[in-house]
């Protein structure tokens, strides 16, 4: 099955739409953020359904008290999705929440825990007041995705560590992939689509660098990446 999570994080729903239908079939799914619902709603994530997105990604990266995100969690029971975003620094009784909300829902989605954005590193962490280095934070955070049996979000440089944790049957998800020499744009711990599957990851996200130019050439070229 295949490994690409393609990432459009865009408002432009026809431009969104067109280019799911130009690749569908040389993608696992897609993943569509805030910037996205905020825009369009239940209803964009419906445009997906009616050409054959069922599985897709709704990464909205819940963090609030328990019931709130229970709450807003229900209220996505008329849409299919396959994964949905919450922040592990949400807390054990936020997940429980949320995991009891999915379950609940009709497209019973699986709860993917988002450990550190991958646009922050060391120094963004002590600026906030946190002692821990990045892997320090993402290993505290994957041994709670351990004893929640959810997923995990994290960068490709952590995916060794947080694999160890989990072991094998849950899963990871890592965004911040650029291939090799490519632009690291806002992102700061990233990681090329080999070393993210090497490291333990089961999907790897990318967006912009799928995008810009022929998406379907450089869909292939992503691909063909990780056959050799």
Known sequence: MNKIILALDTTKIEE??????KVKDKIFT???GLEFFN???KMGIKKFNEIGINNLMLDLKLKDIPETVYKAIKALDDIEF????VHGQGGKSMIEKAKKAANEIKAKPKIMMVTVLTALDDLDLKDMGNDNTVEEQVKKLAKLAKDMD???ICSGNEAKTVR???GSDLLIFTPG???KDEDKNDQKRTSTPIEALKNGANKFIMGRSLIKGDIEKN???VSNSIKE
């Open 30 to 32: 897609i993943k569509l």
């Open 177 to 179: 992939v650029r291939m």
């Open 164 to 166: 160890k944790i989990l």
């Open 219 to 221: 869909i292939d070229k």
């Open 150 to 152: 959810v997923g995990i």
């Open 39 to 41: 825009a369009h709603g």
């Open 16 to 21: 969104a739409i067109a280019l799911t239908k």
């Open 82 to 85: 396959g994964f949905l975003t």
